[in-house]
């Protein structure tokens, strides 16, 4: 690895870099203020903990690197765990072990953290190089493992995907930003028109909740604000694993509520749209109405009659509302649980039988859900720059060359942002 310590910035600029290249033992409180403060400058950042970036301050240490730097090799066992400050790099994978062949699977921007395999001292699972000038924040492995100890609830988040994909500020189009309210646009998708079988469902769960746990629908009041008629996320899925004998893991509960969640039968009082096991607030869609009417004592029994065969039903259709739910989260969000859902389901995928473990584990933190509701919706034109690569699932595409036309049929859309650069040579 080579690295070059800066010396031509100005002197506020590079106060923070004097303050890091200080043995931790030697900086005072001085000193963490003034790295702290630079770093709270980088908006990625927001995501780290105050008391966990504070203890950063203390024992990081600064990098910058040139374009075309290799920081680690696949294979290689780690020493450090890393951040990026400024710049981005390029992370690569080789099915061969051939530093040749590797293949750059996608980009690590500003706020990503990587390199957790010291934890355990594994091999790296790729190789990094700099995409251009970049600058680092680097920690060793003794200090990093004790971090990891004290917060590790914190930094389990951060290192959720193995690498993140998340491009440097300024240099993005509109169309390869992958910033929240990209991912918010793509969620929009959700069908907030019902069918008539999850509608029923939906009305089905709530008669049962009214007759069986009446304290569960109420208003709740929260930070000074009253919310009308609402359920907790927690209380619905214990009440849920209480109901029946298959539904056997809060994570599944969470799938079944979520199928109710993107058809808009259940809805987040702030509009969120991920059902979360977590004491956030949720309506059902009959209780938006002021004064929504109580089930009739017929309407109880029903209910009780079909509440069974409800759950089967949403246990059936959970899974794949889960796996959707995953994919349209940020990747900077994903928590290991969710890679390893997303990882179970490209074991299935036929067209990605050849790659390596390695390489699927990579690609699940990086697919990300989208769907087209409507034919004749154009993914991108021939001559255009590439920034994304499809894998079809459901559904099927129509490929134009010039005028001539193939198609092709597979499954479910899920796509990989900024997997390469290229000129489409299709439509």
């Known amino acids: 690895m080579v690295a070059a310590h800066t010396s031509g910035h100005s002197s506020a600029s590079a106060d923070w870099i004097i303050c890091l290249d200080k043995r931790p033992a030697e900086r005072s409180g001085e000193d963490v203020d003034i790295i702290l403060a630079r770093l709270k400058c980088v908006k990625a950042f927001e995501r780290f903990h105050p ?32 951040a990026v400050i400024s710049g981005s790099l390029d992370v690569k994978v080789s099915e061969t072990a051939n530093h040749q062949d590797a293949v750059t699977i996608c980009t690590l921007g500003i706020g990503t953290a990587f390199g957790e395999s010291i934890l355990d001292n594994t091999p790296r699972h790729a190789t990094i190089v700099t995409r251009e000038f970049s600058e680092l924040l680097r920690i060793d492995q003794r200090e990093f493992k004790s971090l990891w100890e004290k917060y590790r609830q914190c930094m389990a988040g951060l290192l959720a995907p193995p690498y993140g994909v998340m491009e440097s500020g300024g240099r993005m189009s509109d169309k390869e930003n992958i910033s929240n309210n990209s991912f918010g646009s793509i969620s929009k998708h959700l069908n907030k028109v019902p069918s008539e079988k999850i509608l029923r469902a939906g009305k089905v769960l709530r008669d049962a909740i009214l007759s069986r746990a009446p304290h569960m629908i109420r208003d709740r ?17 214990d009440w849920q694993m209480q109901q029946s004998s298959s539904v056997y893991s809060r994570i599944q509960a969470v799938g079944m509520w979520q199928v109710l969640l993107e058809e808009g039968v259940l809805n987040h009082v702030d509009q969120e749209l991920t059902f979360q096991d977590k004491y956030l607030f949720y309506r059902f869609l009959e209780d938006e109405q002021e004064d929504a009417p109580l089930p009739t004592e017929e309407e109880t029994r029903e209910s009780d009659e079909e509440l069974q065969d409800t759950l089967l039903l949403l246990s059936q259709v959970g899974p794949d509302a889960h796996m959707r739910m995953v994919l349209r989260k940020h990747p900077g969000q994903r928590a290991a649980d969710d890679l390893e859902i997303i990882y179970e389901e490209l074991l299935h995928i036929k067209a990605l039988s050849h790659l390596s473990t390695t390489v699927k584990k990579e690609l699940a933190g990086v697919l990300i859900f989208e769907s087209h509701a409507k034919a004749g919706t154009v993914l991108f034109n021939q001559g255009e720059e590439g920034t994304s690569w499809y894998i079809i699932l459901k559904g099927s595409v129509n490929v134009v060359i010039y005028g001539k036309l193939i198609t092709i049929a597979y499954y479910r859309i899920y796509e990989c942002v900024r997997v390469i650069s290229f000129k489409r040579c299709f439509t």
């Open 51 to 82: 008391s966990l970036l504070q203890q950063i301050c203390l024992c990081g240490f600064y990098e910058c690197l040139e374009k075309g730097i290799t920081l680690y090799r696949q294979g290689d066992i780690g020493t450090s765990w890393y």
């Open 221 to 237: 009041k929260y930070h000074l604000k009253t919310y009308r008629q609402c359920c907790v996320g927690t209380e619905l899925v």
